[in-house]
């Protein structure tokens, strides 16, 4: 585009409606829009109540963060393409209808195309996917300052403004009627509204935080006064029953709120939420987790971190550290997600529930949201291989890289497959997280404390902090290789001490390099290796971590095991024999419940291998010219098996644990 010049009068003009129209308030005028400037850089500064306790880490905001080419930006861009694709009348159809709001014809139709399965306007769920749509696009935007996830962005915002106006109850907003609220208060069956309003909520914070729309803040409080109001009535008694009703992350929500606001009212809801029942037994160390819901359960601990971050009891954390110890060390599997048929079972009985319904998406993520909040408490290393784990294993593989769908579950059961959900017709909660974790890969990579730089993930991304005038690019094709190399780029020398993560899984050691000069390291695997120097422009750092096979035990039966290669759990391609064609729940009549699908195992299919008490590297070969694939040899009756990476592994059956023999 040619500059143009342009008389001072003009300049003048043209700078003042321009401060107008991105400061002040256009109330019906513009459809209640307020025009937002740019994200707006560290989210401290939109907090009015900091934390208070000492944190060991803080993380970078996501626009600090850009990847490079990966599988991880390839993910991102085809969860970008789904969810740009989905029409915002589409998405509000449901609000529109609750309040009696037309929500007019679209794209030559007499009136909009309804969204089915759990968006259905039968379904009590409905309207959670709007929330997490809400929170995809701000984290898109973030992540990578397209102004299109901006604008689809403000026009939902305006559209749920638009709805909750038009309900007209002292800010209440939802696609469903507040029936279904009071319903949860007389503890009478629903499901789970309050879960639905912390999606939407949540959402319209990010979009405040991440895309600087005020409007979405308001709507945000309007909505937090009316649930005020709401359970300022509400008896003991009543609030007991009504509690263990799933409410997912809403004490997260209000403290959230009350982060951003510092208004009492909010905090005083989040402690409403306080689960005594489920939370208790856990201050005094009590695992009770058998037959509990578990993603209902989750979401309650990210509450507590919250809390405590803003300075609300030791008992919060001691309570949030208990569970994630028990959960990672007794009630997961080797992927690192947890429960079966969402629920969690007895301590270490991993191998009795080898089901198609294993390892729910949504308990993943927000056992990584828990994982970070803990990482930036303590600093402890572990909390890093978790979250390497889990999204190597569970996130990254949940979605098909054809089509762009996640799967509800990552199934045990030898045979099973993965199963996608449709585009427009099913909406299941892992469906609406899905959103979410495709569009953040970039929140875990660095962290950061005042004198220095966490490396945490070995992912082709290049981070700036600003703060410190620093820039590095880290480039690498983990896992298929098992060096990265980083480059700093900085203007002037600067002091900056580098804490590169040294996995557990690493036990044949590591290799670092400083500008080809070789670097003796003392540390060992499960720590971190502090690298303290002046760094300069063009400074580079290569760093390896040899990969080897391992054999990993089922906690209650040593003979049921699963094998991995390095920080990956690698599964055998078993084909395609009798899985549906077309895919499944592409008729939302018929599948609107994901337990009506059966995998239909061929009888013939076996989990067995006749090594039992052999080394796995004697089995188990990589295959020439094909990275991250082995085969076994003279391990299995009749043809050998090829292992690959599980999150490498679509449209097949495969088997993550064997029986050994």
């Not at 014809?105 to 309804?114: F, I, L, T």
């Not at 709401?230 to 997912?248: D, H, S, W």
């Not at 578990?294 to 569970?323: H, Q, V």
Request: proline letters at 4%; glycine letters at 6%; aromatic letters at 12%.
């Amino acid at each position: 585009m040619r500059n143009r010049k342009y008389s001072k009068s003009v300049r003048l003009i043209l700078f003042f409606i321009t401060l107008i129209f991105n400061i002040l308030p256009f109330g019906e005028r513009w459809g209640g829009l307020y025009a937002q400037s740019h994200y707006p850089g560290q989210h401290q500064d939109k907090l009015k109540s900091k934390e208070t306790v000492p944190m060991k880490a803080y993380a970078f905001d996501l626009e600090d963060v850009k990847l490079l080419n990966s599988r991880f930006k390839e993910n991102m861009e085809r969860e970008s393409a789904w969810i740009l694709s989905i029409s915002v009348n589409r998405l509000l159809h449901s609000f529109r209808t609750n309040a009696g709001v037309y929500s007019g014809p679209e794209g030559g139709y007499d009136a909009v195309r309804k969204l089915e399965g759990w968006e259905s306007l039968d379904c009590e769920l409905r309207g959670h996917t709007t929330g997490h749509i809400l929170s995809g696009l701000a984290l898109l935007y973030a992540s990578t300052g397209n102004e299109a996830y901006k604008i689809k962005s403000d026009s939902l915002v305006r559209g749920l403004a638009d709805v909750q106006k038009a309900i007209n109850q002292n800010g209440y907003l939802s696609a469903f009627p507040q029936n279904l609220i009071d319903r949860n208060i007389a503890g009478q069956p629903v499901w789970a509204p309050w879960y639905t309003l912390h999606k939407i909520l949540s959402g319209l914070m990010d979009q405040y935080l991440y895309c600087n729309n005020l409007q979405a803040l308001d709507v945000a409080e309007k909505m937090a006064m009316w649930a005020h109001h709401k359970l300022a009535t509400v008896t003991p008694e009543q609030r007991k029953m009504m509690i263990r009703n799933e409410f997912g992350g809403i004490n997260d929500s209000f403290y959230t709120l009350y982060e951003i606001t510092g208004k009492a009212e909010y905090k005083t809801l989040s402690e409403f939420f306080y689960h005594d029942e489920m939370l208790d037994p856990l201050m005094n160390q009590v695992d009770n987790l058998k037959g509990k819901h578990a993603n209902t359960y989750i979401p309650k601990l990210i509450g507590l971190s919250r809390a405590y971050e803003l300075g609300e009891a030791e008992k919060n954390i001691t309570i949030a550290r208990f569970f994630w110890n028990t959960v990672i060390n007794h009630h997961s599997f080797c992927t690192g997600s947890n429960s079966d048929r969402e629920s969690f079972f007895e301590s270490d009985h991993q191998s009795v529930h080898l089901t198609g319904y294993t390892g729910e998406s949504c308990n993943v993520y927000n056992m990584l949201k828990l994982t970070r909040h803990l990482f930036c408490i303590e600093g402890d290393e572990k909390y890093a291989d978790y979250y390497e784990k889990g999204l190597y294993n569970h996130i990254l593989g949940q979605q098909d890289p054809e089509t762009g769908m996640i799967a509800y579950f990552l199934p045990m059961l030898p045979g099973a497959h993965k199963v996608y959900s449709t585009r427009d017709s099913s909406f299941w909660c892992c469906v609406g997280t899905g959103f979410e974790n495709q569009a953040k890969y970039g929140e875990a990579i660095y962290y950061h404390n005042d004198k220095g730089l966490f490396v945490n993930l070995f992912i082709p991304s290049e981070l700036n902090w600003k703060e410190k005038g620093f820039k590095l690019r880290q480039e690498t094709r983990f896992p298929a290789e098992e060096t990265t190399r980083l480059t700093i780029e900085s203007t002037t020398a600067v002091q900056v001490q580098i804490y590169f993560r040294y996995p557990e899984w690493a036990t044949s050691g590591v290799a670092i390099k400083i500008n080809g000069k070789t670097i003796k390291v003392k540390q060992n695997p499960g720590s971190y290796i502090t690298i303290d120097r002046v760094w300069k422009n063009g400074d580079k750092m290569q760093v390896t971590f040899p990969m080897k096979l391992q054999l990993k035990a089922s906690p209650d039966n040593p003979d049921i095991v699963s094998v991995s290669y390095g920080p990956l759990v690698l599964a055998a391609k078993m084909g395609t024999e009798g899985i549906e064609k077309p895919a499944p729940f592409s008729n939302p009549k018929l599948h609107n419940d994901y337990y009506t699908y059966n995998y239909h195992v061929p009888a013939t299919l076996s989990n067995t291998l006749n090594v039992k008490g052999k080394p796995v590297n004697e089995w188990l070969k990589p295959v020439d010219n094909q990275l991250l694939t082995f085969k076994t040899v003279h391990a299995a009756t009749g043809e050998d098996y090829t292992f690959v990476p599980l999150f490498d592994l679509h449209h097949e059956r495969y088997v993550v644990y064997w029986n050994l023999k």
